[in-house]
């Protein structure tokens, strides 16, 4: 069995929605940027040197007892499906599938741990974990990126800290990202000035897939934007401290929209339930918005037979590229949006059935 069918055979743990503010934080995540001492970054490195680097970074993470059992993905290796698969599965960046040097990722099997080699810098360490856990991400990337250190030596000045491809990332390298799920703040059109607000704080605000890519399904990332002058402890607290202010928001806005309007909100919700279980053609788009209707009808108690790991699960499972390695074969996007339908239906009928 190749790497990624032994991936897409099961949803990786941060689907599990075993964390703090399960319903309106899907995930919490830390990478740390990190370079080679004595290498040229990746941009500047010729094929030769990323070979190096790759094969040095590899034996490295694989001694790492954190990564036992890890799969080494060759990225260059792989199709076009089994890339972006990697992206879909939050693994890999666009930019690293797009590429064309040497490159691998190496990913514990639950994909709570890995480590994409000679992307944007030699080394990118991601921890990702269920709801709101950014502690607990940290204390498993510094442990990490402790026993990496033990085995590499890494690209650090006493007077900037670890040195970067990106001048942002210079310092401690840290990036701390939780994806929230704000329907009422949306629907209130609050929004906008949640996202302003942050901003000012230094905060950055994108997609569901990070930078460039579009707001959908009611699913925002939060990250830091800055890395250097501030602990990776600070960051990570005062991270954690902003989101749970916006969740306060989130929380305050739901209650206005069932104190005004419940009936519409029930009528909201319901609907997209209903279309979810019987649609025959469903975009990537719609699917979101009304897998967003009913992870709020969840959230309130209105919805009772459907689990968050199975709404948490079909966010992933219903990307293109997923879709298609399922069937084996590229297909139009109104065949896909056919077996998306498809696949939601039997989702949500097989665990209708078991409640």
């Not at 918005?289 to 948490?312: C, E, F, H, Q």
């Amino acid at each position: 069995m190749s790497a990624i069918n032994r991936l897409i055979e099961k949803p990786a743990k941060w689907l599990s929605a075993s964390g703090e503010e399960q319903e309106m934080v899907l995930s919490s995540r830390i990478r740390l940027a990190r370079n080679l001492d004595s290498r040229p970054f990746t941009n500047n490195a010729s094929p030769e040197e990323l070979k190096e680097v790759k094969e040095e970074v590899e034996e490295a993470a694989l001694k790492c007892p954190l990564m036992k059992e890890a799969l080494n993905i060759d990225i260059a290796e792989l199709d076009e499906i089994d890339r972006t698969i990697l992206v879909e599965r939050h693994l890999i960046s666009h930019e690293m599938a797009q590429m064309h040097h040497p490159r691998s990722l190496v990913v514990q099997q639950d994909e709570r741990l890995s480590v994409m080699i000679n992307e944007e810098d030699h080394m990118r360490i991601q921890a990702i974990e269920p709801g709101l856990s950014v502690e607990r991400a940290f204390r498993k990337i510094d442990k990490l990126d402790n026993e990496l250190d033990r085995n590499l030596n890494y690209a650090f000045s006493e007077k900037f800290g670890y040195l970067t491809a990106c001048p942002t990332n210079v310092g401690t390298g840290l990036r701390v990202s939780v994806m929230v799920h704000l329907p009422g703040l949306v629907h209130n059109k609050d929004i906008g000035r949640v996202i302003d607000g942050l901003r000012n704080m230094r905060l950055t605000v994108r997609g569901i897939y990070g930078e460039g890519s579009e707001f959908m399904g009611n699913l925002f990332q939060i990250s830091n934007s800055i890395t250097l002058g501030l602990s990776e402890k600070d960051t990570v607290s005062n991270l954690e401290a902003h989101v749970r202010k916006v969740l306060d928001f989130e929380r305050k806005a739901r209650e206005v929209l069932l104190n005004k309007a419940r009936t519409l909100l029930e009528d909201k919700i319901w609907r997209a339930y209903g279309i979810l279980k019987s649609a025959r053609l469903l975009s990537s788009k719609e699917a979101m918005s009304l897998m967003s209707a009913v992870r709020l009808g969840i959230g309130l108690g209105m919805i009772t037979d459907i689990s968050l790991p199975v709404l948490n699960e079909l966010l992933i499972m219903i990307r293109p590229m997923h879709l298609q390695k399922l069937h084996g074969r590229m297909m139009t996007p109104e065949e896909r949006d056919r077996v998306r339908a498809d696949f939601i239906r039997a989702r949500l009928d097989k665990r209708s059935r078991k409640a």
